[in-house]
């Protein structure tokens, strides 16, 4: 029941008479310092904000405080590939994956960066264990695999007309 919670979320809020998230966060943190799950709360937000890097800092605390959260090195993963830094975000989403081997959205992460680095071979081994993991949401996932198996197609079909070329004059 909503109304009933939301009801006292506010009355929650009003006394800790906060004017935004941020500051809510950052009043319930100091309240409850050990709490992971408001971190990575707060991490979203920011996220959300495009403060990447608060983001990171608070999912850093988060895994800090719950070194097995794996939603948490998937969130930091994501905040590394908005910014570009690939090898970064899949490091965090390949942590992800060993700390919960059935994490399939950490799979389907990682493998959407290797297709943007090139590394189909990776991508559709990645796509791949998504798929056999979460099975029922294959269409999705699905799309992903197509893109990386055309991908890699085209760049097997470009080597050969290049030693056709080659092979021609």
């Known amino acids: 029941n909503i109304d009933y919670r939301g009801r006292y979320l506010i009355i929650a809020l009003e006394k800790l008479n906060c004017k935004n998230a941020d500051e809510t966060y950052q009043k319930i943190t100091e309240l409850y310092p050990k709490n992971a799950s408001a971190y990575e709360n707060w991490g979203l937000l920011l996220e959300k904000q495009g403060k990447y890097d608060d983001a990171i800092v608070k999912y850093m605390k988060v895994v800090e405080l719950d070194p097995k959260n794996a939603s948490a090195y998937r969130s930091w993963g994501s905040m590394?590939?908005?910014?570009?830094?690939?090898?970064?975000?899949?490091?965090?989403?390949?942590?992800?994956?060993?700390?919960?081997?059935?994490?399939?959205?950490?799979?389907?992460?990682?493998?959407?960066?290797?297709?943007?680095?090139?590394?189909?071979?990776?991508?559709?081994?990645k796509y791949l264990k998504a798929i056999e993991l979460n099975p029922s949401n294959i269409d999705y996932r699905g799309r992903y695999l197509i893109i990386a198996l055309e991908k890699l197609n085209y760049k097997m079909l470009m080597k050969h007309i290049r030693r056709l070329r080659n092979f021609i004059q």
């Not at 590394?80 to 389907?108: H, M, N, R, W």
Request: aromatic share 14%.
């Open 80 to 125: 590394f590939a908005a910014q570009g830094k690939y090898d970064d975000a899949i490091a965090k989403y390949l942590k992800a994956i060993e700390v919960d081997p059935k994490d399939f959205t950490s799979y389907v992460c990682c493998g959407l960066l290797l297709v943007k680095q090139g590394k189909y071979d990776d991508a559709i081994a």
